[in-house]
C-alpha cells in the first residue's frame, strides 16, 4: 500500500481531529501530497495539498481557517489537522500522492485507502 490514511472517527461539531498518510513508492514525497474526501453520495473533491518543501499550501474555500496540512519528510509522512468540524465535513478521507510536477496542484495520480470522518451535530 503506498497511500495509508489512518486516524478518522466519530467526532462532534466543533471536535478535532488530525489525520496521517504514511506514503511510501513512486517518488511521491519528492513531490506535491494532497488530501481529498468523498462524502456519501456526493463527487470526490479536493481538500488541500501541500508542495514537497512545505513552501505552498492550497485548500478547497470550505476548509479555509479550519484545516492544516502538513508533512514530514524524514518520515514518509503527510497529516491533515481538521479543526472545528462541522456535519458537512462527514466524508471519507483520502490521501494522494503523484510521482511528478503538474501544472494544477489539483492534479494527482494515486489516492490511497480512505479514512472515515463522522462529524455529528
Known amino acids: 500500500v503506498q497511500l495509508q490514511a489512518s486516524g478518522g472517527g466519530l467526532v462532534q461539531a466543533g471536535g478535532s481531529l488530525r489525520l496521517s498518510c504514511a506514503v511510501s513508492?513512486?517518488?511521491?514525497?519528492?513531490?506535491?501530497l494532497g488530501w481529498f474526501r468523498q462524502a456519501p453520495g456526493k463527487e470526490r473533491e479536493f481538500v488541500a495539498a501541500?508542495?514537497?518543501?512545505?513552501?505552498?499550501?492550497w485548500y478547497t474555500d470550505s476548509v479555509k481557517g479550519r484545516f492544516a496540512i502538513s508533512r514530514d519528510n524524514a518520515k514518509n509522512m503527510v497529516y491533515l489537522q481538521m479543526n472545528s468540524l462541522k456535519p458537512e465535513d462527514t466524508a471519507v478521507y483520502y490521501c494522494a500522492g503523484r510521482s511528478k510536477s503538474y501544472d494544477d496542484y489539483r492534479s494527482f495520480e494515486s489516492w490511497g485507502r480512505g479514512t472515515l470522518v463522522t462529524v455529528s451535530s
Open positions: 501541500i508542495n514537497w518543501d512545505s513552501y505552498r499550501k
Open positions: 513508492g513512486r517518488n511521491f514525497m519528492a513531490n506535491t
